[in-house]
């Protein structure tokens, strides 16, 4: 099982990314998918997850309105689109694959690397 994360990068307040997580090894809609981040100095927080029929995805209360997530199995990858960045996005993104995303609870089982996102005031 391997995750690729993708998509980082620098941007402005206001603007605009969207991550990719691309999943090779296995059929990633057998799987629940969850982004995490992380800044310098904290915890890792869950940011977003998307159950493996993509019917359902749950978010932070902090992303809510501005991340979208979604999956296109074909494709065998998951989009994390991010809107309307703010200076506190600032941090390294992961994804990770497992079996279950609820609201209290996000997939852990299988990490890829993550890619770092800085929004600029």
């Known amino acids: 099982v391997q995750l690729q994360a993708s998509g980082g990068g620098l941007v402005q307040a206001g603007g605009s990314l969207r991550l990719s997580c691309a999943a090779s090894?296995?059929?990633?809609?057998?799987?629940?998918i969850g982004w995490f981040r992380q800044a310098p100095g904290k915890e890792r927080e869950g940011v977003s997850c998307i159950l493996g029929s993509g019917v359902r995805a749950y978010y932070a209360d902090s992303v809510k309105g501005r991340f979208t997530l979604s999956r296109d199995n074909a494709k065998n990858t998951v989009y994390l689109q991010m809107n309307s960045l703010k200076p506190e996005d600032t941090a390294a993104y992961y994804c990770?694959?497992?079996?279950?995303?609820?609201?209290?609870?996000?997939?852990?089982?299988?990490w890829g690397q993550g890619t770092q996102v800085t929004v600029s005031s």
């Open positions: 990770a694959a497992g079996y279950y995303c609820s609201a209290d609870a996000y997939p852990r089982d299988y």
């Open positions: 090894g296995f059929n990633l809609d057998t799987y629940a």
